[in-house]
């Protein structure tokens, strides 16, 4: 999303300017703002490693606030119209840099956590500091979550030992009810009726969506300068869809749409986050609609 009063290509090419004349609470500058923006835009699309700087520019942002000066009510809100980020996504890689940084709060990623991807990292949020040492970078996350679940598990009762060690009574030893062996027929008989599966259906190719997208990544759209997007998974998109792309600039939309058709897509690129997937698209048309109250779409 581009600021009404600043342009981000005048300012990033011309660094003569002043840097007091954007000055914001005499700490951080317009053209900071915009180069953090841009940072995560463009680190979305790289490596896992990447996650650690994102998380660092959210607390970045999330510190000055300066979200409220595009007209955003709280860090979670613009990351969701600006890159399409979930709450809970936002949140992890918040987290992941408090863990997982050099000193709980920088850009760089701990050593030995440099094999890691994103996804590996999310689940390791929930080890203690002790569990985090039997973790190895070979590990699958099923391994790793396993140690979790190895911990939460309840732990077996010991039996109660007799009040009469090595007792002869025979009657002590025998145990006070008798449970039956269940036969085949009547353990077949507990066992739940499941259903047969249904065949799962993928959408027909001809299938319309629509989604809102920031004013700056349209505007890349249109400039020739994306031929992909990065959404998360609400749809099951397929190739051959279409995507209503509806312009947004803080918090509302514009009026101005884009249609695209998808070309091709995946949703296992290394260093995705889990639920989010990449669609590729060739052409696009644009047009304009009248825009209707929230909730009436």
């Not at 940072?39 to 994102?54: K, Y």
């Not at 000193?103 to 996804?119: D, I, P, T």
């Not at 009547?186 to 920031?214: C, F, H, L, N, S």
Request: glycine share 6%.
């Amino acid at each position: 999303m581009r600021n009404s009063k600043f342009n981000l290509t005048e300012i990033m090419n011309n660094r003569s300017l002043r840097r007091e004349r954007d000055q914001v609470d005499g700490q951080i500058t317009i053209q900071d703002w915009l180069e953090w923006k841009e940072d995560i835009r463009n680190r979305l699309q790289e490596t896992s490693e990447n996650f650690i700087v994102i998380g660092y520019r959210l607390k970045q942002m999330r510190e000055s606030r300066m979200y409220e000066q595009e007209g955003y009510r709280s860090l979670s809100e613009f990351a969701g119209r600006e890159y399409n980020l979930s709450r809970s996504v936002v949140t992890r890689l918040i987290q992941i840099n408090d863990r997982f940084s050099e000193n709980g709060n920088s850009m760089e990623l701990k050593a030995e956590y440099r094999n890691y991807g994103f996804a590996k990292l999310q689940e390791m949020l929930y080890l203690t500091d002790e569990e985090l040492e039997e973790v190895t970078d070979d590990m699958t996350m099923r391994e790793i979550r396993a140690i979790r679940t190895e911990r939460d598990e309840p732990k077996p009762e010991e039996e109660p030992k007799s009040a009469k060690a090595g007792g002869d009574d025979p009657k002590e030893s025998e145990p006070h009810e008798r449970k039956e062996i269940a036969s085949p027929q009547q353990d077949d008989d507990w066992k739940e009726q499941k259903p047969e599966p249904k065949p799962i259906e993928p959408p027909p190719r001809d299938a319309v969506y629509r989604e809102k997208i920031g004013k700056t990544m349209l505007a890349e759209i249109t400039e020739g300068s994306r031929r992909y997007l990065i959404l998360k998974m609400r749809h099951k998109y397929r190739v051959e869809n279409t995507l209503i792309l509806m312009e947004c600039f803080k918090g509302r939309r514009t009026g101005k749409i884009v249609e695209i058709k998808i070309t091709h897509m995946t949703d296992d690129s290394g260093g995705l986050i889990p639920g989010y997937c990449v669609l590729g698209f060739e052409g696009y048309t644009e047009a304009t609609e009248e825009v209707r109250e929230e909730g009436e779409d």
